[in-house]
């Protein structure tokens, strides 16, 4: 039996039932398919489906305040995903790029995007090639080399597109990112579960735990910080990073320890661990008293901070008092 089909009717079977696997829209899958990149499916369907209640096709992305926007996406992080996102519903509200050339011309679409849009919305011939494929396929050809250079992820994307089935490639790929989520894990992959594992050459050298290999990873950054929860009545004080940042412009922020200096530092109400990237944060949260409020800081309710862009590390220390 062809890998392709072995794979595809294992798939058909096994497949996990997620609401993007029941539409061909474009927008859908392009929707899914951007939050689903650093997040895992599971995590990912009530975002899903809040955003597609509120935002059902391009035209209503388009035309929603990004303030909103940024509001409903909080939680998912990486945040240029979601302005990408809008920037291509704009682009593509009165009708959308239906090849290869045209998605992945769109804001935010890379290789990876373009691919899966391609294939699962209009049948088009491309294999996708996300980290479950490149892990996959690193088993299934037996390659050793180090899947952060460019040639090797190549040779990884040439033995998908040889395996892809170009009757069926949505299917195909849907099937291959299933496998390598499913079964192909990073540790432990349950090839004795596994619908292609006589035409794996990986398992058949037994070097499925040894691969993919990964060379140079830097170390993880350590970082500590200190932020300040300084209450007013029901109110917490917050400040906005400014449309200029680099990062999470617009988003509401606790002040640091070191915003505050005249601050009278109270209780600790606990830490909280949070990871961008390779920088890992250990953030320890105080209560803390302020006579009045600096220039530029708001004072916000909880529950009404939620409603606006608050950044995930704010969310996590307001649940500390919000239990
Ligand atoms: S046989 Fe094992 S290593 Fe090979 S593709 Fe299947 S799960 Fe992965």
């Given amino acids: 039996m062809k890998f392709s089909q072995a794979l595809i009717q294992w798939y058909e079977q096994a497949k996990r039932d997620l609401p993007w696997r029941h539409t061909a829209d474009p927008y859908r899958i392009l929707v899914s398919e951007v939050m689903l990149q ?17 935002y059902p096709t391009a035209a209503a992305l388009a035309a929603a305040p990004e303030s909103e926007l940024l509001a409903m996406w909080s939680g998912l992080g990486y945040y240029s995903r979601a302005r990408n996102l809008q920037l291509a519903a704009r682009e593509a509200a009165t009708g959308f790029p239906r090849d290869y050339d045209g998605l992945r011309a769109l804001p ?5 995007t373009a691919a899966a849009v391609a294939s699962i919305a209009f049948g088009l011939p491309y294999a996708v090639l996300d980290g479950n494929v490149v892990r996959t396929m690193a088993r299934v050809t037996n390659d050793a080399g180090d899947v952060r250079s460019p040639a090797v992820r190549r040779r990884l994307q040439a033995a998908a597109t040889e395996r892809l089935d170009a009757a069926q490639p949505g299917l195909f790929n849907q099937a291959m990112m299933e496998l390598g989520a499913t079964l192909c894990t990073p540790r432990k992959p349950q090839c004795l579960l596994c619908p292609v594992a006589a035409m794996c050459a990986g398992r058949k050298a037994g070097r499925q735990d040894q691969l993919p290999v990964k060379l140079g990873k830097a170390a993880a950054i350590e970082e500590h ?6 209450r007013r009545g029901a109110k917490y004080l917050f400040w906005r990073r400014p449309a200029e ?25 606990g830490e909280v661990k949070h990871a961008i990237v390779n920088h890992r944060y250990t953030i320890q949260i105080f209560a803390a008293k302020l006579a009045a409020a600096p220039e530029g800081f708001v004072w916000l309710d909880p529950a009404e901070a939620l409603t ?11 649940g500390l008092v919000r239990r």
């Fill in 245 to 269: 940042s680099r990062r999470l412009a617009g988003f509401h922020e606790l002040p640091e320890g070191s915003q505050l200096p005249q601050a009278e530092r109270g209780e600790l109400l």
């Fill in 308 to 318: 606006q862009p608050i950044s995930t590390i704010a969310k996590k220390a307001l």
């Fill in 225 to 230: 910080r200190t932020l300040y929860l300084v």
């Fill in 38 to 54: 650093q997040t895992r499916a599971t995590t990912v369907i009530p975002y899903y489906e809040r955003f597609l209640a509120s």
């Fill in 108 to 112: 935010g679409v890379g290789d990876y």
